[in-house]
């Protein structure tokens, strides 16, 4: 199996985090033998930068599976290979809410049809080859993503979440099925998304954590 390891780096975003949490990555991706992909170039200039990362729909095209990963997670030494968790023909990711929180989707009819509210958190995201249609680039601009979202809801505004919003958007679109990566409480341990809100919260939380992980 051909298995491709997303990373989203541009502008050398937070180096001190970044130093902490992509060993843990790599190591994950050697491990269980996925190549590396560090994005580090801008190929969407339209859009908020978070949408580069639909770079996967390109660079992702003629792997077996595709892992996209947060530069700002923690990946702990025991956490086994997704094949192991998430089933053929599905999606799989870590955190989950309803899109209609945060965007129009009782405007776009494939949101009506699929029903299912999903909104997909980008951190830690897996597709196989038969679902790869989840990385599609939307046949939106960046005005009209714009002015489906619903204002003042949050402080990070709408551009935060524009990435979220085209994966969410093509699992309604073509159906596709999905499972939770670290469903239950004790799994959470495994994967760690520090977040880069507070930037001297998420280093104290890498160092805290990769601290316990030592004495295993």
């Known amino acids: 199996m051909k298995k491709l390891l997303h990373v989203v780096n541009i502008n050398d975003f937070f180096p001190e985090l970044f130093a902490l949490c992509f060993p843990t990555i790599q190591s994950y991706a050697q491990r269980n033998g996925y190549e590396i992909n560090l994005i580090t170039q801008r190929k969407f200039p339209d859009y908020p930068i978070n949408y580069e990362k639909m770079q996967v729909y390109q660079d992702g095209r003629g792997y077996d599976l595709n892992l996209l990963v947060d530069a700002d ?42 029903g299912r509210d999903v909104g997909i958190a980008t951190n830690f995201v897996v597709s196989y080859k038969s679902t790869h249609d989840i990385w599609e ?13 619903i204002k003042g809801l949050n ?62």
């Open 73 to 114: 997670m923690l990946i702990h030494p025991h956490f086994p290979d997704v094949t192991n968790i998430v089933p053929p023909h599905h999606i799989g990711f870590n955190d989950n809410y309803n899109i209609s929180s945060k965007f129009h989707t009782h405007l776009l009819d494939y949101f009506l049809r699929d």
């Open 137 to 149: 680039p939307l046949p939106y601009t960046a005005k009209e993503i714009e002015d489906l979202s």
């Open 155 to 216: 402080h990070r505004g709408w551009g935060h979440y524009a990435d979220e919003f085209c994966l969410s958007h093509n699992l309604a679109k073509y159906g596709l099925r999905y499972t939770g990566i670290t469903w239950e409480d004790w799994q959470r341990q495994f994967l760690i998304h520090t977040g880069t809100g507070d930037k001297q919260q998420a280093l104290m939380t890498a160092r805290q954590t990769l601290l316990q992980w030592s004495k295993l």
